[in-house]
């Protein structure tokens, strides 16, 4: 049971940050095409609901992150590749904190200014 669930919270975290991402391209397209004043405040619309789209994913994405946290305490590879391997993931963890910062930011001033 705790493998499924394992495999169902990684499927689900993955699945949330690709959500996310998809958002910020929504709102990029959607902001690229604004020029149409008639279309200007359903499109400024559509984008606001995308961009809190995208806040749900993030959280969906740290409470997945959380729960995968504590499914990698095994010493499969032994104790020297596991230190190796907890220092690479969180250096990808910090770099891609500052990915979903900055875009998130860019999709806010998108949507938002």
Request: hydrophobic share 50%.
């Amino acid at each position: 049971m705790k493998n499924a669930l394992t495999v169902i919270i990684g499927f689900v975290h993955d699945f949330a940050s690709g959500g996310w991402a998809a958002t910020v391209f929504a709102v990029a397209y959607i902001d690229a095409r604004e020029s149409d004043q008639g279309a200007t405040a359903v499109l400024g619309e559509l984008e606001r609901s995308f961009f809190w789209i995208g806040i749900a994913c993030i959280a969906v994405v740290f409470a997945t992150g959380a729960g995968r946290t504590f499914t990698y305490v095994d010493q499969h590879y032994g104790p020297e590749a596991e230190r190796q391997r907890r220092r690479l993931l969180i250096i990808k963890h910090v770099v891609l904190v500052v990915v979903f910062g900055a875009g998130t930011v860019w999709q806010y001033t998108m949507a938002f200014g």
